[in-house]
């Protein structure tokens, strides 16, 4: 009998500091905010065509640079509030379809240098969608990164570059977020200007204008409708097509 109890302790102390163990080489392999940021830099190929944003910003002082938006790119079918044929396709599509509250953001430099995007923090109130592979919890945070962004210069100049594809998310706000897993730094990043929408009580607003060139009126949706739609979707894109 004390032979059995040794042999159980002896397994018993080997689980629990092999456990540890385990874990501590997992998180070594996790990057730091800073590779994050890094690795991120490399999603975004857009470009002004005319050079380096500091070198610009040191010739020319504060530079805003604003890209216009197709009108009409939401959804084939005109009017003020366009059916949600397109939600299917992005939630296809998309890793995950969430919603979440902004709670930080900052901006940086792509590899190329002449464009700025911006990773921000999203606290999950709601899985719409989840990643089969690496399963989210609500109450989680994630990382997402977005065109577009601000960035001050070391010698003083302000960068702005308004993405009116991307329209900034603000702190506090709560958005629905259809995206993509970046399996180089375990974050998310925003695939198509029409998968981001403003939640506010029960309507979902799309960040993507009526006009062109305009913040306001933005495309209206009822949130439950929405969110039912994309649990429907997702449903449907996880089972196979029988042939």
């Known amino acids: 009998m004390k032979h059995r109890k040794m042999v159980f302790c002896a397994a018993l102390f080997v689980v629990v500091f092999a456990v540890p163990g385990r874990h501590q080489e997992v998180a070594a392999q996790l990057p730091t905010s800073a590779e994050v940021h890094n690795l991120h830099a490399k999603l975004f190929d857009q470009r002004t065509g005319r050079g380096a944003l500091l070198q610009r910003a040191a010739r020319e002082g504060d530079l805003h640079i604003t890209t216009i938006p197709e009108v009409g790119m939401l959804s084939p079918n005109a009017g003020p509030r366009p059916d949600l044929d397109f939600a299917k396709s992005i939630t296809c599509g998309a890793d995950i379809v969430v919603m979440g509250v902004e709670e930080s953001s900052q901006s940086f430099l792509t590899e190329s240098q002449e464009w700025v995007f911006t990773d921000n923090v999203v606290s999950i109130r709601e899985i719409l969608k989840d990643n089969v ?94 969110s039912g739609l994309v649990r429907q979707y997702a449903a449907e894109c996880a089972t196979p097509e029988r042939k």
Do not use: C, M
């Open 133 to 226: 592979l690496h399963a989210l919890l609500p109450g989680s945070t994630i990382i997402v990164a977005r065109s577009g962004g601000s960035i001050d210069t070391p010698d003083g100049h302000h960068i702005v570059v308004a993405d009116l594809d991307d329209p900034t998310l603000y702190t506090g706000s709560t958005y629905v977020l259809a995206l993509k897993y970046v399996p180089s730094t375990g974050q998310y990043w925003q695939f198509d200007h029409r998968s981001a929408f403003h939640v506010l009580d029960k309507r979902a607003l799309s960040l993507i204008s009526q006009n062109k060139g305009a913040q306001e009126p933005h495309y209206d949706y009822d949130y439950n409708v929405l």
